[in-house]
């Protein structure tokens, strides 16, 4: 399980938003729209696609979030428990 201060490393750490901005330049240039983005950013982090309602979720979150919005959706997945985490 991750614990409070993983989280906080996840959304403070300079080294996760370096990650989170080189792959967000490495998905703009595979995918010109978000909904292929957000398929290709769940295969490369958690090998499988999302759901609907991930989709769904991460469109409306890019939508509205303004500046920035992708590097800060994929620092979201990278802080991810699924992500940092064998199951």
Known sequence: TAGPLQGLYWLNSTFIIAQ?????ERLAKEA????PRIEQAYKLLYSRPPDKAETQLGLKYLSTAGDNAWPKY???LLGSSEFSSVN
């Open 74 to 76: 994929l620092q979201a």
């Open 32 to 35: 010109a729209k978000d909904e």
């Open 20 to 24: 989170a901005k080189a792959l967000h």
